[in-house]
């Protein structure tokens, strides 16, 4: 693989052979919280398990994760070629239409041969008809508007007939609790939950979430529903929905007023909070839908700390956590998890950004 062109704001790397995470911790004998974390602040790169990030943060930060549960989105659907293939759901729109990728049979990557009113036949005698590309209609694009006939809730179709989203990295399936975090929250009812799971958040453990409070970091929830992942090279994320709490919105305040820190849990938290946040750096109580990209343009108004995974070379978040730590600390984190063979992915290791 060859370094990626990235914007300037964004570092410049290789991943490396054999960086990536091909099934969860546990299968290779460590826990969840023992994989491993580089806590970075300017001009110290610190190398640590997970289950130590409760020791390098300070009584009176806090630490805001997203409550959102992993659904098992993936799809197979026939084609009217008969050949089966990998339906992506990634939400549901207010109207009740549903926004899909269609991907390439063998699943390595979205299908582009789609058109608008191809339809597939789902499992259940549920026919899906794509209607324009998402969240722009009239431009090309892997994501789809579709509705189905009969006109069924996702949510519990696909908790009827779905299984996890995976990619080709992964050396097998794996099961949904593997892709819950531990402060998942069931929802009920026919909201969907996240196509794909808010992955920073995978390390936190009961003792690592009691060992926080017990240190003084209250752990503040809050709600985004993620999508599928972007892919495709500088792909932005495509309009997600979210909730912010009123009491989550007035803690943070309170926080960043005092003088502390506001740690989110990986990029999901992060677009929420940040687009709950005005000109005047306060959050304020919000719930809809969120197309914020964080960047050189928009750069963070509150969060100040970041839990982060490994992204690859092209993925937009890189510009989220350049918009947060500033892209000279970004780019050295990414040095030295090159350096250290740590692993990428939703399965991989982790980074504390303490700018």
Request: proline share 11%; no cysteine.
């Given at each position: 693989?060859?370094?990626?062109?990235?914007?300037?704001?964004?570092?410049t790397?290789?991943?490396?052979?054999g960086?990536?995470?091909?099934?969860?911790?546990?299968?290779?004998?460590v826990?969840?919280?023992?994989?491993?974390?580089?806590?970075?602040?300017?001009?110290?790169?610190?190398?640590?398990?997970?289950?130590?990030?409760?020791?390098?943060?300070?009584?009176?930060?806090?630490?805001?994760v997203?409550?959102?549960?992993?659904?098992?989105?993936?799809?197979?659907?026939?084609?009217?070629?008969?050949?089966?293939?990998?339906?992506?759901?990634?939400t549901?729109?207010?109207?009740?239409?549903?926004?899909?990728?269609?991907?390439?049979?063998?699943?390595?990557?979205?299908?582009?041969?789609?058109?608008?009113?191809?339809?597939?036949?789902?499992?259940?005698?549920?026919?899906?008809?794509?209607?324009?590309?998402?969240?722009?209609?009239?431009?090309?694009?892997?994501?789809?508007?579709?509705?189905t006939?009969?006109?069924?809730?996702?949510?519990?179709?696909?908790?009827?007939?779905?299984?996890?989203?995976?990619?080709?990295?992964?050396?097998?399936?794996?099961?949904?609790?593997?892709?819950?975090?531990?402060y998942?929250?069931?929802?009920?009812?026919?909201?969907?939950?996240?196509?794909?799971?808010?992955?920073?958040?995978?390390?936190?453990?009961?003792?690592?979430?009691?060992?926080?409070m017990?240190?003084?970091?209250?752990?503040?929830p809050?709600?985004?529903?993620?999508?599928?992942?972007?892919?495709?090279?500088?792909?932005?994320?495509?309009?997600?929905?979210?909730?912010v709490?009123?009491?989550?919105?007035?803690?943070?305040?309170?926080?960043?007023?005092a003088?502390?820190?506001?740690?989110?849990?990986?990029?999901?938290?992060?677009r929420?909070?940040?687009?709950?946040?005005?000109?005047?750096?306060?959050?304020?109580?919000?719930?809809?839908w969120?197309?914020?990209?964080?960047?050189?343009?928009?750069?963070?108004?509150?969060?100040?700390?970041?839990?982060?995974?490994?992204?690859?070379?092209?993925a937009?978040?890189?510009?989220?956590?350049?918009a947060?730590?500033?892209?000279?600390?970004?780019?050295?984190?990414?040095?030295?998890?090159?350096?250290?063979?740590?692993?990428?992915?939703?399965?991989?290791?982790?980074?504390?950004?303490?700018?």
């Open positions: 693989m060859t370094p990626a062109t990235t914007p300037a704001t964004t570092p790397f290789t991943l490396p052979p960086a990536e995470a091909t099934a969860p911790p546990e299968r290779r004998g826990p969840r919280d023992g994989v491993a974390l580089l806590a970075v602040r300017p001009g110290q790169v610190t190398a640590h398990r997970f289950r130590d990030l409760p020791g390098l943060l300070e009584p009176g930060d806090v630490v805001v997203n409550t959102s549960p992993t659904v098992p989105a993936r799809l197979d659907a026939v084609r009217s070629d008969g050949l089966v293939t990998p339906v992506h759901v990634a549901t729109l207010d109207d009740g239409s549903w926004v899909v990728e269609v991907r390439r049979p063998d699943n390595t990557g979205p299908d582009r041969g789609v058109e608008p009113g191809s339809v597939l036949r789902l499992p259940g005698g549920v026919r899906l008809e794509l209607i324009e590309g998402f969240p722009t209609p009239a431009h090309a694009s892997r994501l789809w508007r579709a509705r006939e009969p006109q069924v809730s996702a949510a519990e179709h696909l908790a009827r007939h779905g299984s996890p989203i995976r990619y080709g990295y992964l050396a097998g399936a794996v099961a949904l609790p593997e892709l819950q975090n531990v998942a929250t069931d929802l009920g009812g026919e909201e969907m939950g996240s196509a794909e799971m808010a992955s920073a958040g995978r390390p936190f453990t009961e003792s690592v979430l009691v060992r926080l017990a240190r003084g970091v209250a752990v503040l809050l709600l985004l529903h993620a999508g599928v992942s972007s892919p495709e090279l500088h792909e932005p994320p495509a309009p997600e929905r979210f909730v709490p009123a009491a989550t919105a007035r803690l943070v305040a309170s926080t960043r007023a003088g502390g820190r506001v740690v989110a849990v990986g990029t999901t938290v992060t929420a909070l940040e687009t709950a946040t005005g000109e005047d750096g306060v959050p304020r109580p919000a719930s809809g969120t197309d914020l990209v964080l960047g050189p343009d928009r750069p963070a108004r509150v969060v100040n700390g970041l839990v982060t995974g490994l992204h690859e070379p092209q937009s978040h890189l510009q989220l956590l350049a947060v730590a500033g892209p000279a600390l970004v780019d050295e984190a990414y040095r030295a998890a090159v350096d250290g063979a740590l692993l990428w992915h939703e399965f991989g290791d982790s980074m504390l950004f303490l700018p």
